[in-house]
């Protein structure tokens, strides 16, 4: 149906936990084929599969894929007009559908559940499932409430999937989802296909950024990361002004043209997004053949979770960044600005910390990168063979 020939690592054992009706909690790196895990359950499993995902792209690639598949798939979120989002109700409601992807904040409205008891289930799938830890990268308060589907949905089989968490959050995970009985899988986070670079900022690294992407990436597809929405408008209009087929995405632009820049680079070959870092989540573009950070990432699982969306055919990719000391200090001041609790301040410096520890090693990056997931590499005394 899917058109694989083969499961792919943990994926089997998955899609057999989850068909028994186990929960689980999986931990796949960006690529690594985590919708598979809870697709072809809910489509074996008798009603419907709810997915739960704060990400309005992930929503609708993936139905847009499972129906070309003639799979019934609907998603209720913000980008539907009344008309439409009571029609996809009507089809849960009447059992149409094997999958129904929905945003947390829509999930906990005491109408929804309601809606959810009145329909039989197949599955519950928690997507970006790391946004239920507080010390996490991308903590969303929302998240908290899901431990609701285990007290209203108890016979109801639970997985939690995120492609990035170190261990803390990986109990976080489970604590807070009430997941403690759940099957743990979590496959390496290396991906061998890419090459960490860090390169040391000069001038803003601008000359820098030219100098790669005429050098090795003319006519690719890949996204460059910036801070600021200012600084991604003005690193846009340089690409533009030297040749490249670049565009600006930031959440300062009109709906309408996000959504122009997104169909853009799903479909075109050779656009160069200029972004923040929300740009790229959920997006299923296999042949993105670099990520350049062109401003310090806030935590090496931002940066991880970043950089893994490139590479994703499995083909040679580069994760490139150009570093400055100055950069670091900046999220320093921010972390020490903001009104966190002193014990979260704590937590986001150790980030800082391990990140420019990653910047600044002699070593091998990619041996640094996993050591902070928690996973040793097998490399040889010149390191992994594919980073500087």
């Known amino acids: 149906l899917f058109g694989y020939p083969e499961f792919r690592g943990e994926q089997e054992a998955i899609v057999d936990t989850l068909v028994a009706g186990r929960n ?11 919708s598979l895990c809870y697709q072809i359950p809910a489509i074996l499993r008798p009603g419907t599969g709810i997915v739960v ?21 609907e998603f209720l979120n913000s980008s539907l007009d009344g008309h439409d989002q009571a029609r996809v109700e009507r089809r849960f409601l009447a059992g149409d559908l094997d999958l129904l992807y929905v945003a947390p904040e829509r999930l906990l409205t005491e109408r929804f559940l309601d ?7 197949a599955l519950f799938a928690i997507g970006e499932a790391h946004c239920v830890a507080q010390w996490g990268h991308d903590f969303r308060p929302e998240y908290l409430g899901l431990a609701v589907l285990a007290e209203r949905f108890a016979g109801v089989p639970r997985i939690a999937l995120t492609a990035t968490a170190d ?13 403690r009985d759940a099957r743990i899988f979590v496959a390496s986070f ?16 601008r000359r820098q950024l030219l100098a790669f992407l005429a050098d090795e990436h003319r006519g690719d597809a890949g996204i460059v990361y910036r801070i600021s929405r200012a600084k991604v408008e003005a690193t846009a209009a340089l690409l533009v002004e030297k040749g490249w087929n670049a565009l600006a995405y930031h ?5 309408e043209v996000r959504r122009r820049v997104l169909a853009r680079f799903r479909a075109e070959e050779g656009v160069v ?3 923040t870092v929300a740009f790229g989540m ?30 994703r055919d499995g083909l040679p990719a580069d994760a490139w960044m150009a570093y400055g000391l100055a950069d670091v200090v900046q999220l320093g001041a921010m972390i020490e600005r903001g009104e966190a609790s002193p014990e979260r301040k704590s937590v986001e410096r150790r980030k800082l910390d391990a990140l420019l520890a990653y910047c600044e090693t002699t070593a091998c990056r990619r041996s640094v990168l996993l050591r902070y997931f928690g996973e040793e590499l097998a490399a040889g005394p010149r390191g992994c063979g594919n980073c500087d």
């Open 24 to 34: 689980a909690v999986v931990l796949l790196p960006t690529g690594g084929g985590k």
């Open 53 to 73: 995902s704060p990400l309005i792209a992930l929503m609708q690639d993936q139905v847009a894929a499972l129906a070309e598949l003639g799979i019934a798939a």
């Open 115 to 121: 809606l959810l008891g009145r329909v039989p289930l």
């Open 167 to 179: 261990a803390p959050t990986r109990r976080e995970i489970v604590e807070r989802l009430e997941l």
């Open 190 to 205: 290396d991906r061998p296909n890419l090459r960490y670079r860090v390169v040391d900022k000069d001038d803003g690294g």
């Open 251 to 255: 959440a300062g632009l009109d709906a």
């Open 273 to 275: 997004v200029v972004a």
């Open 282 to 311: 959920g997006i299923d573009k296999p042949d993105v053949r670099f990520v350049a950070h062109m401003d310090s990432p806030k935590s090496l699982e931002a940066y991880h979770q970043e950089t893994g969306r490139a590479g």
